[in-house]
């Protein structure tokens, strides 16, 4: 491979704005609003400067040009990212704590070693401007997936046409690549309405701005004369066009049309800008760009783009980045981080002599092999984080009510977990055997939110020490029977799973059943992110609405009832405003969403929880086979609420139970279910350890 393509520092003080821009919106998106299209430039650049990287050269078959640009590419691309990924993992370990917040860490972090990390994101529903992306800091290297993939179709669209008389070979190219850039422009519209986190991350609908880079390149000769003959006032004119273009762009914040049309602008902008730049690059507006500052930025942008991200969700999850001074300390440690990769891996790895030592057939598959071997050592990293990291939260069994293994029993059961799908309804079964005595003639359904998998601990218990099948169904965010508002005015998810749900309880329920309703039915102060919903005045329910809610619930329960089986609604627990597993640690406490503190007054979350108590009140004194629990009183005795007791987490975050909650509130769930269901079986009062 002898061809050297051209230097245009140019184009390095154009990667300079990207990555500067990607950076201040990633800082805090009010910086700079549409700043995110950074990405799309680079895109732009990426298929300009990849196209150049071969022209001119001449391969003997596909198999050599693959195996030359692969390895060029590996060694441009993967020792920095390798690097990035690795640190990141194991800071990341210790202290950054295992929650929904963070759960597609590891997922996102082990696809990036291997250009997957988009596929995952984007078959996770996870958008890109979610909350939960913002404390990934593996999410940005989606954009690394979309180019990697890319490059490994780039050599078969490049090379049949080398073959050919430069002319016809240049003509076919554009028309191919063009035709696959519109194919792709229009399916990028078309998953923007229909599943836009399709369009957002998967390469099918980002080809076309890559696929935008190649052909300016490979139409080069057709355009450049035109620009150069310009006069300067008609060049100044283009190139501010461009500029222009690029500055709109940024001043376009998140919508529904991004990246369809929305990316457009950038696009169109950025090619404007690197025709002119190509063209005359001594011209007064070009040679700008590629002064010492932005050039050298330029040169080090791969790396300061894979530092910045990891570096601010470090601090988002740690100190915050919720004031200037912490903002800039974040802007200056990954710019640090970024010299250090640009010096110590990236410019080694470039000079790095490997075809005198491997082969192309060979440096591939070793590289692969090093590659992979690096992704199950950070595989085992992530698998042992509990003990491996630094928060208070390792101690998992009191954190997460999800996290114990095996727990004693009065009874000896064994408890044995299946993921099952009855009647379209997901449910995940534990069912005890081996059981020294008799079984329990009835199931409990757990139905609810996230907050009847919250129980998980305290029902897993109850089924090893009763011997009853537990079945749990939880929507995230749904409510059965939420009583704050009629369903119909909760949105289409929830409304359907009030169906299927329903109908499936009616189908499947038997005398001696008791089907538990936990729930998260006050307005939710705080969640994992810090946010704060409005003081909880929109969403319990209006004296005028209790009725219907009521009528509505006992529409709902009727079936049930009516076959023998008994409703067991949970009443609200505390709420709180700030989640506990972000800020009990040396190194969150002082984050901004610790502020408001880990305590509520009684008064007051009594007071909010009344309507919602009213409505269980009422339909108890309908159907006596209907019941309230509540936990209130156990787990706030006091006037004072508090997340902690005895140096122990009540709660996980601001509302779902911890392992210690759950283990609180066992021996009374246990002794008050068991007597519902008519048992003989005494309950075991105290938590099993």
């Given at each position: 491979?002898?061809?050297?393509?051209?230097?245009?520092?140019?184009?390095?003080?154009?990667?300079?704005?990207?990555?500067?821009?990607?950076?201040?919106?990633?800082?805090?998106?009010?910086?700079?609003?549409?700043?995110?299209?950074?990405?799309?430039?680079?895109?732009?650049?990426?298929?300009?400067?990849?196209?150049?990287?071969?022209?001119?050269?001449?391969?003997?078959?596909?198999?050599?040009?693959?195996?030359?640009?692969?390895?060029?590419?590996?060694?441009?691309?993967?020792?920095?990212?390798?690097?990035?990924?690795?640190?990141?993992?194991?800071?990341?370990?210790?202290?950054?704590?295992?929650?929904?917040?963070?759960?597609?860490?590891?997922?996102?972090?082990?696809?990036?070693?291997?250009?997957?990390?988009?596929?995952?994101?984007?078959?996770?529903?996870?958008?890109?401007?979610?909350?939960?992306?913002?404390?990934?800091?593996?999410?940005?290297?989606?954009?690394?997936?979309?180019?990697?993939?890319?490059?490994?179709?780039?050599?078969?669209?490049?090379?049949?046409?080398?073959?050919?008389?430069?002319?016809?070979?240049?003509?076919?190219?554009?028309?191919?690549?063009?035709?696959?850039?519109?194919?792709?422009?229009?399916?990028?519209?078309?998953?923007?309405?229909?599943?836009?986190?399709?369009?957002?991350?998967?390469?099918?609908?980002?080809?076309?701005?890559?696929?935008?880079?190649?052909?300016?390149?490979?139409?080069?000769?057709?355009?450049?004369?035109?620009?150069?003959?310009?006069?300067?006032?008609?060049?100044?004119?283009?190139?501010?066009?461009?500029?222009?273009?690029?500055?709109?762009?940024?001043?376009?914040?998140?919508?529904?049309?991004?990246?369809?049309?929305?990316?457009?602008?950038?696009?169109?902008?950025?090619?404007?800008?690197?025709?002119?730049?190509?063209?005359?690059?001594?011209?007064?507006?070009?040679?700008?760009?590629?002064?010492?500052?932005?050039?050298?930025?330029?040169?080090?942008?791969?790396?300061?783009?894979?530092?910045?991200?990891?570096?601010?969700?470090?601090?988002?999850?740690?100190?915050?980045?919720?004031?200037?001074?912490?903002?800039?300390?974040?802007?200056?440690?990954?710019?640090?981080?970024?010299?250090?990769?640009?010096?110590?891996?990236?410019?080694?790895?470039?000079?790095?002599?490997?075809?005198?030592?491997?082969?192309?057939?060979?440096?591939?598959?070793?590289?692969?092999?090093?590659?992979?071997?690096?992704?199950?050592?950070?595989?085992?990293?992530?698998?042992?984080?509990?003990?491996?990291?630094?928060?208070?939260?390792?101690?998992?069994?009191?954190?997460?009510?999800?996290?114990?293994?095996?727990?004693?029993?009065?009874?000896?059961?064994?408890?044995?977990?299946?993921?099952?799908?009855?009647?379209?309804?997901?449910?995940?079964?534990?069912?005890?055997?081996?059981?020294?005595?008799?079984?329990?003639?009835?199931?409990?359904?757990?139905?609810?939110?996230?907050?009847?998998?919250?129980?998980?601990?305290?029902?897993?218990?109850?089924?090893?020490?009763?011997?009853?099948?537990?079945?749990?169904?939880?929507?995230?965010?749904?409510?059965?029977?939420?009583?704050?508002?009629?369903?119909?005015?909760?949105?289409?998810?929830?409304?359907?799973?009030?169906?299927?749900?329903?109908?499936?309880?009616?189908?499947?329920?038997?005398?001696?059943?008791?089907?538990?309703?936990?729930?998260?039915?006050?307005?939710?102060?705080?969640?994992?992110?810090?946010?704060?919903?409005?003081?909880?005045?929109?969403?319990?329910?209006?004296?005028?609405?209790?009725?219907?809610?009521?009528?509505?619930?006992?529409?709902?329960?009727?079936?049930?009832?009516?076959?023998?089986?008994?409703?067991?609604?949970?009443?609200?627990?505390?709420?709180?405003?700030?989640?506990?597993?972000?800020?009990?640690?040396?190194?969150?406490?002082?984050?901004?969403?610790?502020?408001?503190?880990?305590?509520?007054?009684?008064?007051?979350?009594?007071?909010?929880?009344?309507?919602?108590?009213?409505?269980?009140?009422?339909?108890?004194?309908?159907?006596?086979?209907?019941?309230?629990?509540?936990?209130?009183?156990?787990?706030?005795?006091?006037?004072?609420?508090?997340?902690?007791?005895?140096?122990?987490?009540?709660?996980?975050?601001?509302?779902?139970?911890?392992?210690?909650?759950?283990?609180?509130?066992?021996g009374n769930f246990s002794k008050n279910t068991l007597a519902l269901m008519g048992s003989t079986q005494s309950a075991n009062a105290e938590p099993s350890k």
């Amino acid at each position: 491979m002898s061809a050297k393509a051209r230097y245009f520092a140019g184009i390095d003080g154009l990667r300079a704005v990207a990555v500067l821009s990607v950076l201040l919106y990633h800082l805090h998106e009010s910086f700079l609003p549409g700043g995110y299209f950074g990405v799309d430039i680079f895109f732009v650049i990426s298929g300009f400067v990849v196209t150049g990287s071969v022209a001119g050269a001449r391969f003997d078959s596909l198999f050599q040009f693959q195996g030359h640009f692969y390895a060029r590419r590996i060694v441009r691309i993967m020792p920095a990212l390798v690097f990035c990924l690795v640190v990141t993992a194991v800071v990341g370990t210790l202290f950054i704590p295992s929650s929904w917040l963070s759960n597609m860490l590891a997922k996102t972090g082990l696809a990036a070693f291997f250009g997957g990390s988009n596929i995952v994101l984007a078959l996770n529903n996870d958008e890109y401007f979610s909350p939960r992306a913002a404390f990934n800091p593996f999410v940005h290297t989606w954009s690394l997936g979309v180019e990697e993939q890319f490059y490994l179709l780039f050599p078969i669209l490049i090379y049949f046409f080398h073959h050919e008389r430069p002319g016809a070979k240049t003509t076919r190219a554009v028309a191919v690549i063009s035709a696959l850039s519109v194919i792709s422009f229009a399916l990028c519209g078309l998953l923007t309405w229909y599943r836009w986190e399709y369009a957002f991350y998967l390469i099918p609908a980002r080809f076309w701005e890559l696929g935008a880079g190649v052909v300016l390149y490979l139409s080069m000769n057709a355009w450049a004369p035109h620009i150069s003959a310009l006069s300067p006032q008609k060049y100044n004119l283009g190139f501010i066009t461009g500029l222009l273009l690029v500055a709109v762009s940024f001043a376009i914040p998140a919508t529904i049309f991004s990246p369809f049309p929305a990316a457009l602008v950038p696009v169109a902008g950025t090619a404007c800008l690197i025709a002119f730049i190509v063209a005359q690059p001594e011209r007064a507006l070009p040679a700008k760009f590629a002064r010492p500052a932005p050039v050298f930025v330029g040169k080090i942008s791969y790396s300061l783009y894979l530092w910045h991200w990891p570096t601010f969700v470090l601090f988002r999850w740690t100190v915050g980045l919720d004031q200037i001074q912490t903002c800039l300390a974040a802007v200056a440690i990954a710019a640090l981080l970024a010299i250090a990769s640009y010096e110590i891996v990236e410019q080694p790895a470039r000079k790095f002599q490997w075809q005198k030592r491997l082969s192309v057939a060979k440096f591939i598959p070793a590289s692969l092999a090093v590659v992979l071997v690096i992704t199950g050592a950070t595989a085992a990293v992530f698998k042992y984080k509990s003990k491996l990291t630094l928060s208070v939260t390792g101690n998992t069994d009191v954190w997460y009510p999800l996290a114990r293994k095996s727990v004693a029993s009065v009874k000896d059961c064994r408890i044995v977990r299946s993921d099952v799908v009855e009647g379209g309804v997901p449910l995940t079964v534990w069912k005890p055997t081996e059981c020294q005595g008799a079984l329990s003639a009835g199931i409990v359904y757990v139905v609810g939110d996230s907050h009847a998998s919250a129980y998980t601990t305290m029902v897993r218990q109850f089924a090893l020490d009763t011997g009853t099948t537990v079945k749990v169904y939880s929507h995230e965010g749904c409510a059965f029977i939420p009583l704050d508002r009629p369903i119909a005015e909760h949105d289409s998810d929830c409304r359907k799973s009030h169906q299927v749900i329903a109908q499936y309880l009616k189908d499947a329920i038997k005398p001696h059943d008791l089907v538990f309703l936990p729930s998260l039915r006050l307005p939710r102060f705080g969640n994992q992110w810090g946010d704060i919903d409005g003081e909880g005045k929109a969403s319990t329910p209006a004296a005028q609405n209790q009725a219907a809610v009521v009528a509505e619930a006992m529409q709902l329960l009727a079936p049930i009832t009516q076959l023998g089986a008994r409703v067991e609604f949970e009443a609200p627990k505390p709420i709180f405003r700030t989640p506990p597993f972000r800020c009990s640690d040396w190194f969150n406490r002082d984050n901004a969403v610790c502020a408001p503190g880990f305590n509520m007054s009684r008064q007051d979350l009594e007071k909010l929880r009344t309507p919602i108590l009213a409505a269980m009140t009422e339909l108890t004194a309908k159907n006596s086979k209907i019941s309230v629990w509540d936990p209130f009183p156990l787990l706030c005795p006091d006037q004072t609420c508090t997340s902690f007791r005895d140096g122990k987490p009540l709660f996980f975050d601001a509302d779902h139970l911890s392992g210690f909650g759950n283990d609180l509130l066992y021996g009374n769930f246990s002794k008050n279910t068991l007597a519902l269901m008519g048992s003989t079986q005494s309950a075991n009062a105290e938590p099993s350890k």
